[in-house]
């Protein structure tokens, strides 16, 4: 069973920095998408930052130039840090993770959710 280990996040005050982590363990035979989302309006579930692939990265526009990703594809993990932080990016961030079992089951499993709280 593959399971995701989420953590980092936190209160801070607005124009902080937060780094959120997340660790897959597990059988992985390859990493497709490995990113994070967050809850959005009407709780629907959007694109924060991802890595579709190892080589390329996502941002959504509201977080470019302020978030950075970072895939760590030797220990299957990824690291967002989150700069400039302001109240509108209060939410729960949700790691997010689509492998090969093996080489012909493709799965995806999501993380438990992480809150994130920005005030003063």
């Known amino acids: 069973q593959v399971q995701l280990m989420e953590s980092g996040g936190g209160e801070v005050q607005p124009g902080g920095t937060l780094r959120l982590d997340c660790t897959a363990s597990g059988t992985i035979w390859s990493i497709n998408e490995m990113g994070w989302y967050r809850e959005g309006p009407g709780d629907q579930r959007e694109m924060v930052a991802t890595t579709p692939n190892r080589l390329t990265t996502t941002y959504a526009d509201s977080v470019k130039g302020r978030f950075t990703i970072a895939r760590d594809n030797m220990n299957n993990a990824v690291y967002l840090t989150m700069r400039d932080l302001t109240p509108e990016d209060t939410t729960v961030y949700y790691c997010?993770?689509?492998?090969?079992?093996?080489?012909?089951?493709?799965?995806?499993?999501w993380g438990q959710g992480t809150q994130v709280t920005v005030s003063s």
């Open positions: 997010k993770l689509d492998f090969y079992a093996t080489g012909f089951w493709r799965c995806t499993v």
